[in-house]
């Protein structure tokens, strides 16, 4: 994974990560558990993007790590919130505004484009195009 739950205690306080993770009949701690099943989602969506550029899970050592963990905490907290609906209130605003430029920046550097297509999605094979149909009317068989 790549961030930890203190990284996201430290962008947002542990009473309100509580009050997102929480349960009603929560008699504990239990949200922690949720805290970190969001974690998890949010490092298997930047996986998802990153996969066709780089190995996966990337190591420290990438250039690129320190913004992945930014992300990774963004899309934690991003999954955390979203569990009960996002209002107009505006921490939440920027924690959907922080999800959505983490994407923006995922697609940029996995090379993404907007037609949803990917400069690396051949994984390196050749891509073949097919011709074009020779019968395009079947009627009369």
Do not use: H
Not at 107 to 131: D, V
């Amino acid at each position: 994974m790549y961030c930890q739950i203190n990284d996201l205690f430290n962008q947002m306080d542990s009473e309100s990560l509580k009050r997102y993770a929480g349960e009603a009949e929560d008699t504990g701690d239990e949200y922690i558990g949720r805290v970190e099943s969001a974690i998890s989602k949010a490092s298997a969506e930047i996986d998802g993007y990153l996969l066709v550029k780089y190995a996966v899970p990337l190591s420290v050592s990438e250039k690129i790590y320190p913004m992945v963990v930014k992300i990774a905490v963004d899309f934690a907290l991003f999954n955390v919130v979203s569990r009960r609906g996002f209002g107009k209130e505006a921490n939440e605003q920027i924690i959907f505004e922080r999800y959505k430029n983490g994407i923006e920046y995922l697609k940029k550097i996995s090379g993404f484009s907007e037609q949803g297509k990917n400069s690396a999605s051949s994984g390196g094979l050749p891509l073949i195009k097919s011709p074009e149909k020779m019968f395009n009317d079947w009627r009369g068989f």
